[in-house]
């Protein structure tokens, strides 16, 4: 496994998150709040570790979305929770 330094990785999620807005950005022909762009944000850097067969990362990035309305919802956290990650 390679190593990367905090600033290498910090640099490499920059990038992610700017390829990642600019889909959003192009694509996305609605009205959105904050919240809702950078949740599209997110489930397409999601998407991006499952295409590049980087199952685990794409996995635990669903213990990120565990709110509803700007709040934390219990719910959501224990199914989260009791997910299995990608195999």
């Keep these: 496994m390679d ?3 905090k600033e290498e990785a910090e640099k490499i999620l920059k990038k992610d998150l700017c390829m990642a807005e600019r ?11 904050q919240s809702q762009h ?4 997110a489930l397409l850097i999601t998407l991006r570790k499952a295409n590049e067969r980087g ?9 990120r979305w565990v709110y509803a309305g700007g709040k934390k919802q219990r719910g ?5 929770a009791q997910r299995k990650p990608f195999s």
Excluded: C, P, W
């Design 76 to 80: 959501l956290e224990n199914r989260r």
């Design 38 to 41: 950078d949740d599209l944000v």
């Design 55 to 63: 199952y685990i990362g794409a996995s635990e990035e669903f213990g």
């Design 23 to 33: 889909a959003v950005n192009n694509n996305v022909k609605v009205s959105l709040t």
């Design 3 to 5: 190593k990367v330094t």
